[in-house]
């Protein structure tokens, strides 16, 4: 998947305006999702470091290693290519950004860079280009806070493939539990549903492109579902177990999330009242999701569905995150951030209740703010009834 050269066209004129509007003469860019969103070079991430230019005036190039410019030209970036052979090398990269940056006369004097540049890169930059100052900024991820319509659409394919890597995990239980075989192991439940999204995304796509990772499941059962960022474990499923599937999938490296609380076997009194206090936080948060309101009033009021239950003590995190081209991403939908939801954010809806020695409950959806009303991108069925394996 690739995208077309008109949106590359589009947000690049948006951080040359930006970068002017802050006195900026350019900016130096090295988070990968970053570089895949200004100029669509995906690329296996090493301790060698890729550096984008990006100036005010126009001018822009890639800095990378030598071994990536193969790679680099087959995806047709949108940038220059610059190459250094080997880190660190006789000369260290930085020096080579510094030489790239003078051959070209461009003026360098103030600089902007992202959050993620490291110290030790930021010094290395210093030492090779004395005189400028560094100036940290946004400029980037600003942008990527709101999806063009070209990139709704692959997190729409995606959100397909997700929804569909759910069914494929519960079909694996059923069909055990139909034919008296064992149930799988949270490792094996985990292996199944990613090589199911992975082989998807490759069957479907020609050139399959992304930052991290394709597919990716998270598999919890019984007390390790009250683990909320716990790995799956050897632990065999059995019926009577609460399940939480938690899933995600990228078509061109844009991400969602589609996760659901199953229950095998008959449900007890415990777990429907669990499962039905999560399931009306996450409708409740997700209806919550309109323009104009702020993420910390929509996590508030989504949350206080737990709390005013009688299970605050179970909450053990916000209600959601953005997400874009990396699965977590801003905004932050929790009490500290004011940020104030537009048209186009893609944000997840996934308030949990984690209950230690027991289990866990958590339904997510991918939700794209409208000037309508939230759309859930991800549509699995999320009622109680729909989702008991028997």
């Known amino acids: 998947m690739r995208l077309p050269d008109e949106f590359y066209e589009r947000v690049q004129n948006r951080v040359r305006r930006r970068l002017a509007e802050r006195g900026l003469d350019g900016i130096i860019v090295t988070a990968p999702a970053d570089v895949a969103y200004l100029i669509g070079f995906f690329y296996a991430v090493t301790e060698r470091p890729v550096y984008l230019w990006f100036g005010a005036d126009g001018s822009r190039f890639v800095l990378m290693p030598e071994l990536d410019a193969e790679y680099a030209l087959a995806q047709d970036i949108q940038a220059e290519i610059r190459t250094y052979f080997e880190y660190p090398g006789t000369t260290r990269p930085e020096a080579h950004l510094a030489a790239?940056?003078?051959?070209?006369?461009?003026?360098?004097?103030?600089?902007?860079?992202?959050?993620?540049?490291?110290?030790?890169?930021?010094?290395?930059?210093?030492?090779?280009?004395?005189?400028?100052?560094?100036?940290?900024?946004?400029?980037?991820?600003?942008?990527?806070?709101?999806?063009?319509?070209?990139?709704?659409?692959?997190?729409?394919?995606?959100?397909?493939?997700?929804?569909?890597?759910?069914?494929?995990?519960?079909?694996?239980?059923?069909?055990?539990?139909?034919?008296?075989?064992?149930?799988?192991?949270?490792?094996?439940?985990?292996?199944?549903?990613?090589?199911?999204?992975?082989?998807?995304?490759?069957?479907?796509?020609?050139?399959?492109?992304?930052?991290?990772?394709?597919?990716?499941?998270?598999?919890?059962?019984?007390?390790?579902?009250?683990?909320?960022?716990?790995?799956?474990?050897?632990?065999?499923?059995?019926?009577?177990?609460?399940?939480?599937?938690?899933?995600?999938?990228?078509?061109?490296?844009?991400?969602?999330?589609?996760?659901?609380?199953?229950?095998?076997?008959?449900?007890?009194?415990?777990?429907?009242?669990?499962?039905?206090?999560?399931?009306?936080?996450?409708?409740?948060?997700?209806?919550?999701?309109?323009?104009?309101?702020?993420?910390?009033?929509?996590n508030a009021e989504a949350l206080d569905v737990i709390r005013d239950a009688g299970m605050g003590e179970y909450i053990r995190h916000r209600l959601g995150h953005g997400i874009g081209i990396a699965q977590h991403e801003p905004p932050w939908v929790e009490d500290g951030d004011p940020t104030v939801l537009v048209p186009g954010m893609i944000l997840s809806s996934e308030p949990g209740i984690y209950v230690p020695g027991h289990a866990g409950y958590r339904i997510s959806d991918s939700v794209l703010v409208t000037a309508v009303g939230p759309e859930r991108l991800t549509r699995y069925p999320r009622q109680l009834e729909e989702n008991v394996i028997t």
């Open 100 to 298: 790239a940056l003078r051959d070209l006369g461009v003026r360098s004097e103030r600089v902007g860079i992202t959050a993620s540049l490291s110290v030790g890169a930021r010094d290395a930059l210093g030492d090779a280009l004395p005189g400028t100052t560094f100036t940290r900024t946004a400029v980037v991820s600003e942008l990527r806070v709101v999806k063009e319509p070209e990139e709704i659409t692959l997190h729409r394919q995606a959100a397909e493939i997700c929804d569909d890597m759910l069914d494929a995990g519960r079909r694996l239980i059923e069909e055990a539990l139909a034919g008296g075989t064992p149930l799988p192991t949270e490792s094996d439940l985990a292996r199944h549903v990613i090589a199911y999204g992975t082989d998807r995304m490759y069957a479907q796509y020609s050139h399959v492109i992304y930052t991290t990772k394709l597919a990716g499941g998270l598999v919890y059962a019984g007390p390790n579902a009250a683990r909320p960022h716990g790995l799956p474990s050897r632990r065999r499923l059995e019926v009577g177990d609460t399940l939480i599937l938690s899933l995600g999938a990228a078509v061109a490296s844009r991400f969602v999330e589609s996760e659901r609380t199953f229950i095998i076997g008959p449900p007890s009194r415990q777990q429907r009242e669990f499962y039905a206090v999560a399931q009306r936080a996450q409708e409740v948060g997700t209806q919550a999701m309109v323009v104009g309101r702020t993420c910390a009033d929509v």
